[in-house]
């Protein structure tokens, strides 16, 4: 079977990629943590210190799981105040450049352009800190991973029936661009690339989208343990409501599963 074009991925993957190496130019370092906390609110610094900072030290999900989450989240939500110092501790904990990269381009897809965009100067910052180069990101395109032709002809058809009479053309690059391009991409073991995509639509509380993407990453890797862990981890990031928002559903997905 003839694959799909890949170009529009490739594109983006590129431009990202491009920008990232160009906004690097800067002699500026990365984001830090602000040490005004405690001068605007001594309780807030104290829940920082007791609460979210002590989430590293529980092993529950491995810190560089816990990487991948609160980067994903703050790309995903828009914020970059605290981008730069949760995408230096990831490198720390043994997340990737290329990693970081594919969560900026794969979230791009997921939660909007400009969020994306909005990512690439600080985290180019990050980058020109740790030496980090072209030769250590992602090619713009690169060889796919295989298809499961079986599961991704089963969720063509179930998006031709739902929504093939609303915008055909978007189905057509669901397919294409999404599920026959962005998905296969090396930069991302599909366990990681299932995660942040889930850690995604909880921040940005599209619960509808929640179940096919947890299922998914439970095929893929991820446990019953991780997902409670990500959901605790996740509630400092986005907040108890969105995690509320979701619960229901991923409560429902688990219980589907043996």
Same mark, same amino acid.
């Given at each position: 079977?003839?694959?799909?074009?890949?170009?529009? $991925?490739?594109?983006?993957?590129?431009?990202?990629?491009?920008?990232?190496?160009? $906004?690097?130019?800067?002699?500026?370092?990365?984001?830090?943590?602000?040490?005004?906390v405690k001068d605007v609110s001594p309780a807030l610094s104290r829940y920082d210190s007791d609460n979210v900072q002590?989430?590293?030290?529980?092993?529950?999900?491995?810190?560089?799981?816990?990487?991948?989450?609160?980067?994903?989240?703050?790309?995903?939500?828009?914020?970059?105040?605290?981008?730069?110092?949760?995408?230096?501790?990831?490198?720390?904990?043994?997340?990737?450049p290329a990693e970081i990269s594919e969560i900026i381009t794969h979230l791009a897809f997921y939660t909007g352009w400009?969020?994306?965009?909005? @990512?690439? &100067?600080?985290?180019?910052?990050?980058?020109?800190?740790?030496?980090?180069?072209? =030769?250590?990101?992602?090619?713009?395109?690169s060889e796919l991973l295989p298809q499961d032709e079986e599961a991704e002809a089963a969720r063509a058809k179930t998006?031709?029936?739902?929504?093939?009479? @609303?915008?055909?053309?978007?189905?057509?690059?669901?397919?294409?661009?999404?599920?026959?391009?962005?998905?296969?991409?090396?930069?991302?073991? &599909?366990?990681?690339? =299932?995660?942040?995509?889930?850690?995604?639509?909880?921040?940005?509380?599209?619960?509808?989208?929640?179940?096919?993407?947890?299922?998914?990453?439970?095929?893929?890797?991820?446990?019953?343990?991780?997902?409670?862990?990500?959901?605790?981890? $996740?509630?400092?990031?986005?907040?108890?409501?969105?995690?509320?928002?979701?619960?229901?559903?991923?409560?429902?997905?688990?219980?589907?599963? &043996?």
């Open positions: 079977m003839k694959r799909p074009s890949r170009k529009c $991925a490739a594109l983006v993957s590129g431009a990202i990629t491009s920008a990232l190496i160009l $906004a690097g130019c800067s002699s500026s370092q990365a984001t830090p943590r602000t040490n005004q002590r989430l590293w030290d529980d092993n529950a999900i491995s810190k560089r799981d816990r990487g991948l989450v609160t980067v994903a989240t703050l790309v995903s939500s828009g914020q970059s105040a605290e981008l730069g110092h949760y995408v230096d501790r990831a490198l720390n904990d043994g997340v990737t400009q969020n994306a965009m909005e @990512a690439v &100067p600080v985290v180019a910052d990050v980058f020109e800190d740790h030496d980090i180069d072209a =030769s250590e990101l992602p090619d713009a395109t998006v031709q029936e739902q929504y093939g009479g @609303a915008s055909q053309g978007v189905v057509d690059a669901t397919g294409e661009v999404l599920f026959n391009d962005l998905w296969l991409r090396p930069g991302l073991e &599909p366990r990681d690339r =299932s995660l942040v995509t889930v850690v995604a639509l909880i921040a940005t509380a599209q619960s509808e989208q929640i179940t096919f993407h947890l299922g998914r990453a439970m095929d893929n890797g991820l446990t019953r343990p991780e997902v409670d862990a990500v959901l605790h981890h $996740a509630i400092y990031f986005t907040g108890w409501p969105k995690v509320y928002t979701a619960m229901p559903v991923v409560k429902k997905v688990l219980k589907s599963r &043996p």
